[in-house]
């Protein structure tokens, strides 16, 4: 019971931070988005399992990983709301 109130609660702070991305129309900042992302991204492939993805994201201190397949195309995105989701819906 604790386990799923502590993902249901982490599942509200990736919603607030949904929310906050709303303002961004006002947005005052005219960078190019090379200044603002990630460059040195976290990456897993669909074969993997997802402890041990989700393991390498703890470790990382990151929230997503790019799922990338064969010859280096990419497939998808995994991110930390898409395996709470899946918790809390069990």
Request: proline share 3%; charged share 30%.
């Amino acid at each position: 019971m604790r386990k799923a109130v502590i993902d249901i609660a982490s599942l509200n702070k990736l919603k607030s931070r949904r929310e906050a991305l709303k303002g961004t129309e006002s947005f005052p900042y005219s960078e190019d988005l090379r200044s603002v992302m990630v460059s040195d991204v976290m990456t897993c492939s669909p074969e993997e399992k997802v402890n041990p993805v989700v393991k390498r994201m703890v470790d990382k201190k990151t929230t997503s990983s790019i799922v990338v397949g064969e010859h280096g195309r990419l497939v998808g995105i995994l991110t930390a709301g898409d395996v709470l989701k899946r918790i809390v819906a069990r």
